[in-house]
């Protein structure tokens, strides 16, 4: 099994050495110039060797087993969570046997995912919307893995997720090839990284479907995509004792407000198709991270409610920091002007894509985890702590709760059959007592609690809303 560490390999560090073009450049945004790429790398190979020694210093003076390390995950402390790095790389868990699909994959973080999943021996399903991209990203891959004992495998799978149609012709390309075998995970599916998005893409531009092309890619295609691959999360979770979603999104600081994507979503029950919304800007992109995520908690808690392998399904959150990527090469800096900030931010101060992949991996792969979802995890606010748990700072997630999430569940799903895409719905625990209460506005438990009504929903939203905040907001987030 080749060994996975948190900074970069000699071979990794090369693609971003000046003068070399990487993996078709996929490894960097073009506007950060090579030297720059090559010095910050520097920087941030320092920063975690740092992070790994005080993580590994503090666990030998506590005299910690890895049990009692990975044991101290299970709080919310950014610090005992940053400890799993400690002892790289043999910490770094196997996943031999399983089978992985990442969307994204032919570059910036997604390819980083990919990459380390197969080098630690699983089988990858790559998703790209190109073709020859995401072959280009699968040969950078294998060639990586050289001569590796065991190494993973990978496959490239083509689509557009801008159109549900593609993606559920993914999905059932998916089942095809998960049913011909190859990796192992028991004919199932064992993790699914909900990677791939746009960001900032400039003016509207809506799906086949007719939703907003920011909510159709980084929301619609993932909640599709993993409705239409449950039944196969299950049988990997059977076969393995579990199974992985994670949604890469984009987190708020833990226990206050900052300046993060998702804490500027807002949510209006009339608006999931993104009618309202007069380009594909920030509101949108901030809209679908939270909505992600709140999603994400939802599903969690009714499969946890569902029982049987449903259960033995984890789904987690992520946001991988400030990263330079290729993400910032395609948003409309000139129609967007906090795109352009932010552009420049990453540039100067983004951290590598094998960084940004720290929290993703984590959650893919950390056995200590099993069970433990919904959970949020990612860097600190000034991306120097890794692996910290978050809480997403909107107002909606604290003020809204698990009622206003399984309204957006349904809204999200009835979406979805609106538009003639028939996914798996996932129903809300029957409560004693309280019917499906809990998408109609009711608290669960025997007595019937209202605990707010249309109006209220409303204004909740509203005081999400804040246009003054969406201003500022938008050029601090992300
Ligand atoms: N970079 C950051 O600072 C940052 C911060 C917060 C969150 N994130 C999140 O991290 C994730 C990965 O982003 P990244 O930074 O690694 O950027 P990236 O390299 O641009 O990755 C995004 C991937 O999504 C794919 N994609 C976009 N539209 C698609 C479509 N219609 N169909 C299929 N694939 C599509 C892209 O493919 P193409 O190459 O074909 O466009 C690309 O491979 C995203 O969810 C992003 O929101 C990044």
Redo the contacts with the bound molecule.
């Keep these: 099994m080749a060994p996975v560490t948190g900074p970069p390999a000699a071979s990794e560090a090369a693609l971003l050495a000046p003068g070399s073009a990487g993996a078709s450049g996929v490894t960097k945004s073009a506007v950060r110039p090579d030297l720059l790429a090559w010095g910050v790398n520097q920087l941030w190979g320092l920063e975690q060797s740092l992070e790994n020694w005080l993580g590994a210093a503090s666990t030998a003076r506590a005299g910690c087993s890895r049990a009692a390390r990975v044991a101290a995950a299970g709080s919310s402390s950014s610090r005992a969570l940053s400890r799993w790095w400690a002892g790289r790389p043999t910490a770094f868990p196997t996943c031999a046997g399983r089978t992985a699909l990442v ?8 390819l980083e995912v990919a990459r380390k999943l197969a080098q630690n021996c699983c089988r990858v399903l790559l ?4 073709l020859a ?1 995401g072959e280009a990203a699968a040969a950078h891959i294998r060639e990586s893995l050289g001569d590796t004992v065991n190494a993973g495998t990978v496959e490239v799978l083509q ?4 159109s549900l149609s593609e993606v559920a012709s993914l999905v059932a390309e998916v089942k095809r090839r998960l049913k011909a075998g190859g990796g192992g995970g028991g004919g199932g599916l064992n993790m699914l990284m909900c ?5 900032q893409p400039g003016g509207l531009v809506r799906s086949p479907q007719g939703i907003e092309q920011t909510l159709a ?2 929301l619609y295609a993932h909640v599709a995509l993993t409705l239409g691959l449950l039944e196969d999360l299950k049988r990997g979770a059977a076969a393995r004792g579990g199974a992985r979603v994670v949604l ?1 999104a ?1 987190a708020g600081h833990e226990g206050r407000e900052s300046s993060q ?1 998702e804490q500027f979503g807002t949510l209006e029950l009339n608006n999931l198709m993104g009618e309202h919304f007069t380009d594909s800007g920030m509101r949108p992109y901030a809209a679908a991270k939270l909505w992600l995520l709140m999603w994400g908690d939802e599903l969690q808690r009714r499969l946890r409610a569902e029982g049987g392998d449903g259960a033995k399904i984890d789904v987690f959150g992520v ?2 920091g ?2 330079d ?4 090469d ?1 948003a409309d800096t000139a129609r967007h002007w906090n795109a352009a900030f932010i552009v420049l931010q ?1 540039c100067l101060l ?1 951290m590598p ?1 094998w960084r ?1 992949s720290l929290p993703a991996l984590y959650a893919l792969t950390e056995p200590a985890l099993a069970r433990t979802g919904f959970r949020y995890f990612g860097p600190s606010w000034l991306n120097t702590h890794m692996l910290g748990e978050r809480c997403p700072g909107n107002r909606l997630w604290r003020v809204g709760g698990p009622e206003l999430r399984s309204r957006l569940f349904d809204g999200l799903v009835g979406v979805l059959t609106g538009v003639g895409h028939k996914p798996k719905h996932v129903p809300p625990p029957v409560l004693p007592g309280a019917g499906t209460g809990a998408s109609s506005g009711y608290a669960g438990g025997g007595k019937r609690k209202k605990l707010y009504g249309e109006e209220e929903a409303a204004e909740v939203a509203a005081a999400a809303v804040a246009p003054k905040a969406q201003t500022t907001a938008a050029v601090a987030a ?1």
């Design positions: 969307t994204g994959g032919s570059s910036g973080i997604g998703v790209s919307r190109d991209r689509c557009n997720l801008l990677n791939a998005a746009v960001f890619v980084d890469q984009r994507a946001h991988p400030l990263v990527s290729p993400l910032m395609k990453n983004g894509t940004g992300h």
